[in-house]
């Protein structure tokens, strides 16, 4: 099922021109508006004098780490290697979770607990992020599904506690 998926999201971009160039520009992009996005709350944060700002720290750091352990215990191979699938200038590394949706949807859920309106935006973007990845042949859709619930499980912990 994995693999039908991944196939299916993947030939869209073969099939069509436009999706390809979107779904491209989306990976190039996504990475530096979360990170734009994050250092923008955590500027507005400090200013404020908001007692969250540790908790918005940490949240996205403590994911990352647990990311690194899981890819280490997993060592899942990425798609586009696995079968042999043309994709350009990737660094070969592991792809089970996938840390563009971890990260993606932990700083979406951290700004949702500042600003859920905003939050809710930056979520759709996590999800259109994840997408994206598999449309460029870097995951399995159970990455990207993995990805976002460890993402959005650090965010709510991070905050709850």
Sequence with gaps: MDKLIFLELYNLSKKNRSIKYINDS??????????????????????????????????????????????????????YEKMNLHTSNIKKSFSFPSNHAACSSVIATVCFFINPYFGIILIICSFITGISRIISGLHYPSDIFVGWLVGFLFGFIGFTL
């Design 26 to 79: 989306i990976v190039k992009l996504s990475s530096k508006f979360f990170f734009t996005i994050y250092v923008f709350f955590c500027v507005i944060l400090v200013f404020e004098g908001n007692s969250k700002v540790i908790n918005f720290l940490l949240s996205p750091l403590f994911l990352l780490i647990t990311n690194i352990c899981l890819r280490k215990i997993f060592k899942r191979i990425r798609p």
